[in-house]
Nanobody, 124 residues
């Protein structure tokens, strides 16, 4: 599967952005999907994950209450709605697909097909 993340940009602190992750090549409907981010000079970190049906979602403590992950399996797309953005949210955001169908994890090594990412810059 190929993943194309989009929707990043420059936003002021307190603003909002909606990221999209469009999948092609095969259906992602039986796979958990995740968002991760990597800030300059830092390790890639978990942001959020959603189960295949969308019935369960998980978030890093740093974004809980501000970010919302969702998916539209008919469109083969996953979204990340980001609100109340902070300068520390600045990073390249990547979407990825769970390696194993019908499983869920927050560990980067359990994901694949990372794509090129989309840059989010939050100014203070």
């Amino acid at each position: 599967v190929q993943l194309q993340a989009s929707g990043g940009g420059l936003v002021q602190a307190g603003g909002s952005l909606r990221l999209s992750c469009a999948a092609s090549g095969r259906s992602i409907s039986t796979y958990g999907m995740g968002w991760f981010r990597q800030a300059p000079g830092k390790e890639r970190e978990f942001v959020s994950v959603i189960t295949r049906s969308g019935s369960n979602t998980y978030y890093a403590d740093s974004v809980k209450g501000r970010f919302t992950i969702s998916r539209d399996n008919a469109k083969n797309t996953v979204y990340l709605q980001m609100s109340s953005l902070k300068p520390e949210d600045t990073a390249v955001y990547y979407c990825a697909v769970q390696k194993r169908a019908f499983s869920i994890s927050t560990a980067p090594e359990d994901f694949s097909s990372w794509g090129q990412g989309t840059l989010v810059t939050v100014s203070s």
